[in-house]
């Protein structure tokens, strides 16, 4: 619940101050995903063998709730992780995005232990000179965002967002400091919210207090 109100938070802060990115009705400048990248590219093809114990496989499953879900992602050797390429071991600072299936979840990588993403999850770096982490990675959970995927998704069994689609989608690219300026917000509300998570009825009025001065933009003052 308190990871629910805080996306909400995220979500109406970053529509406070970058209005729709899929329409941009404030005229911000626009990039494809591809041209602002360093890698977008998707995991292993071929499924190792579970084990007790190893290294974790992400898959789109462990990114439903906006974070990477190591402890409860299957398990393959450390054998087996030796032999895959580097393209199916994500970074620090990439971000994962689920491309088939149930499409559009994702989540930060903030770890620099080994794990490994198979192919329904999207590994994507991009450029720091264009784009602050916690702002794309916002943009990316924008409901706008995500439907213009949707929009894209070929499959009739089993959805599927190609990457040569979804590297053209363009999105846009306001001025790098307004997107630290919009982390530093996010961030800040979200510290209050988990302050507050010890009673649930302050931790509530907190959260309509924020979401009513996001709305009325005065937390991007």
Not at 111 to 137: G, H, L, P, S
Not at 187 to 195: D, G, P, Q, R, T
Not at 196 to 203: A, E, G, P, Q
Not at 210 to 215: E, P
Request: charged share 25%; glycine share 4%.
């Amino acid at each position: 619940e308190l990871l629910r109100k805080y996306d909400e938070l995220a979500q109406a802060i970053f529509i406070d101050m970058f209005g729709d990115p899929v329409k941009n009705e404030k005229g911000w400048e626009v990039k494809t995903i591809k041209s602002s990248t360093n890698i977008i590219t998707y995991g292993l093809t071929v499924r190792p063998q579970y084990m007790e114990e190893g290294i974790p496989l992400i898959s789109a499953r462990e990114l439903r709730s906006g974070f990477v879900n190591y402890e409860a992602a299957p398990k393959i050797s450390n054998a087996d992780f030796k032999k895959l390429s580097n393209k199916c071991k994500p970074q620090n600072g990439d971000i994962l995005f689920s491309k088939t299936g149930s499409i559009g979840h994702s989540a930060i990588v903030e770890t620099t232990k080994d794990f490994a993403v198979t192919q329904n999850a999207a590994r994507i770096n991009f450029k720091t000179e264009f784009y602050e982490i916690y702002f794309i990675f916002a943009l990316l959970r924008q409901e706008a965002f995500i439907n213009k995927c949707i929009s894209l998704v070929k499959g009739n069994a089993v959805k599927d967002l190609q990457l040569g689609d979804f590297s053209e989608i363009e999105i846009i690219c306001p001025p790098i400091e307004l997107q630290r300026k919009f982390s530093e917000i996010s961030m800040k509300s979200n510290n209050l919210i988990k302050a507050s998570d010890n009673n649930s009825i302050t931790s509530n009025n907190l959260f309509k207090s924020l979401l009513q001065q996001a709305f009325k933009g005065e937390l991007v003052k």
